[in-house]
């Protein structure tokens, strides 16, 4: 009989070393590959923090232009994926199970024999298979990568079919840097769990985008803008939340598991959704934002006293991506899109020191039933 100490759901059990990233939740700190979020966030490009992660120091200006070069040539994906893009599109199944399907799909033609390969091309073939997905659901073929923009432009470029905007590029690239890699969350640990089987870094990214897909993880971006759109729609903020918590409900993008106090990446997002904003997106629209934001964390504090539940990364990312122009629906994929690079350096990391990963459950089922042949049932 197993005597040790039940952790349900593993919580405050410490599995891993890691120099990927680290949360403080009593102070609302994160650091990610040594640096405050928010150093991160606003000065690197998607590239650059992507490498950062995989060799834990920043590259020279030579390394960053071949590390981009390795990247822009992974994007494609062979006509097999695009069929089952197509096929899922035209099914109307959900974009985080065309996602799933796609990155399996894909290691049909990695060709890669090593982890940092597959590694790069899985991060470098996410957006392609998003966009392609969502360039057959509106009826219209996909728009081939472009080897010239950086990732977060050609993710951008690949759904629309224009060259998108600085501001919207820095907005994404701010948001991508911003969620990149959150200590051992739920996919994070899916993708250690299948990498420390010495599997491989697709079916390690496979299960993330799995468990990525689940409401309790990646699911909340997208009712926070349905909320946000009605309540600029009404243009009463008050009502809405007072009604909402008069029934009991929560308000979406409010309150986190870990963070006690504003979660930090909730402050990053802020800032560049203003940016975003300021350089000609939708003004009104982001004085809805920021006046519920307020009205929200004062009434939470009135109807739930002794409780901090303040602003979370969701709230900001549904205002930064729609005002950028990602589509409601892709919202969780392109979460995907970002937190790949945390996956596969955690992949990465797992392999450097592997330890199979194999928990224990403790039996609580019978031990001494008497089997019975199926005619006697
Ligand atoms: N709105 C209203 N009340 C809330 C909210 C909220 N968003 N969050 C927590 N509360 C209340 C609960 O009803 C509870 O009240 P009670 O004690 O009167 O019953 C109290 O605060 C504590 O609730 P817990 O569930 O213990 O809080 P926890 O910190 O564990 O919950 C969670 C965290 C699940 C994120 C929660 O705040 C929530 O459901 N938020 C809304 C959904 C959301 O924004 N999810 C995205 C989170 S960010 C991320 O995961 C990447």
């Not at 020279?60 to 992974?74: I, K, M, N, S, Y």
């Not at 309540?231 to 870990?258: C, I, W």
Request: net charge negative.
């Amino acid at each position: 009989m197993d005597e040790s100490e039940l952790a349900r759901g593993l919580e405050g059990v410490t599995v891993a070393e890691t120099r990927l990233s680290d949360i403080d939740g009593e102070a609302g700190d994160l650091v990610v590959g040594g640096f405050p979020v928010a150093d991160l966030a606003t000065n690197a490009t998607y590239e650059e923090a992507l490498f950062l992660l995989y060799n834990d120091r920043l590259p020279t200006a030579a390394e960053l232009d071949a590390f981009r070069a390795d990247l822009a040539d992974r994007r494609s994906v062979a006509d097999e994926v695009r069929d089952v893009l197509r096929m899922a599109a035209e099914a109307g199944d959900p974009p985080m199970d065309a996602l799933r399907a796609g990155v399996a799909a894909a290691n049909l033609d990695t060709g890669e024999a090593n982890p940092e390969g597959t590694a790069r091309r899985a991060v470098a073939v996410l957006p392609t298979i998003a966009a392609a997905y969502w360039r057959y659901r509106q009826g219209t073929a996909p728009v081939e990568p472009d080897g010239g923009l950086r990732h977060a432009a050609n993710y951008l470029y690949m759904l629309t079919g224009e060259e998108p905007d600085e501001a919207s590029v820095r907005g994404l690239e701010t948001y991508l840097n911003t969620v990149i890699d959150h200590g051992l969350n739920a996919s994070t640990f899916a993708a250690r769990v299948v990498i420390s089987t010495e599997s491989d870094i697709v079916s390690a990214v496979t299960a993330a985008v799995g468990a990525l897909k689940g409401p309790l993880h990646g699911g909340a971006p997208g009712p926070v803008l349905d909320m946000l759109q009605e309540v600029h729609d009404s243009g009463d903020p008050e009502s809405y939340v007072r009604t909402k918590l008069d029934a009991g409900e929560r308000l979406m993008g409010f309150g986190h598991r870990v963070y006690r106090v504003r979660d930090p990446r909730a402050a990053v997002l802020s800032g560049a959704a203003e940016r975003f904003y300021d350089a000609g997106g939708d003004a009104a629209f982001f004085e809805t934002v920021t006046a519920f934001e307020e009205v929200a964390t004062d009434l939470l504090a009135e109807y739930k006293p002794g409780r901090s539940l303040e602003t979370n990364v969701e709230f900001y990312t549904a205002a930064l991506l729609h005002g950028v122009g990602i589509p409601r629906d892709l919202f969780t994929p392109t979460f995907a899109v970002a937190r790949v690079g945390g996956w596969t350096a955690h992949c990465l990391e797992q392999l450097q020191d592997n330890r199979l990963i194999r928990p224990r459950a403790r039996y609580v089922g019978d031990r001494d039933r008497t089997w019975r042949p199926l005619a006697d049932r």
